[in-house]
Nanobody, 122 residues
């Protein structure tokens, strides 16, 4: 069974950093890809970053490229999203996702965590 549990969200000032964690069940890493999406009220979930389960390939949204890093710690069965130089526009609920397609599109992911709130103050 695939289970994803996010943590690490919170309130941070602009320019600061946060690291989000997505604790995954071992079965998760038999899937093709894992990703982070974010959502603000009234908006659809937006792609942030994706990584293949092998860790060899990553993709980032243009808005976070150079500031965010997605990675996998296989010893901890955890996917991380390191977020640096945070901006107020990064404020959102962040979701971890996993699926059998490597994609920037939310509907291509079958499994989702419950989300964690990130708030960046100006």
């Amino acid at each position: 069974q695939v289970q994803l549990v996010e943590s690490g969200g919170g309130l941070v000032q602009a320019g600061g950093s946060l690291r989000l964690s997505c604790a995954a069940s071992k079965r998760t890493f038999s899937l093709v890809a894992m990703a982070w999406f974010r959502q603000t009220p009234g908006e659809e979930r937006a792609f942030v970053a994706a990584i293949t389960s092998s860790g060899r390939t990553t993709t980032y949204a243009e808005s976070v490229k150079g500031r965010f890093t997605i990675s996998i710690d296989y010893a901890q069965d955890t996917v991380y999203l390191q977020m640096n130089s945070l901006k107020p526009d990064d404020t959102a609920v962040y979701y971890c996702a996993a699926g059998n397609s490597y994609s920037t599109q939310a509907p291509r992911y079958n499994y989702w965590g419950q989300g964690t709130q990130v708030t960046v103050s100006s």
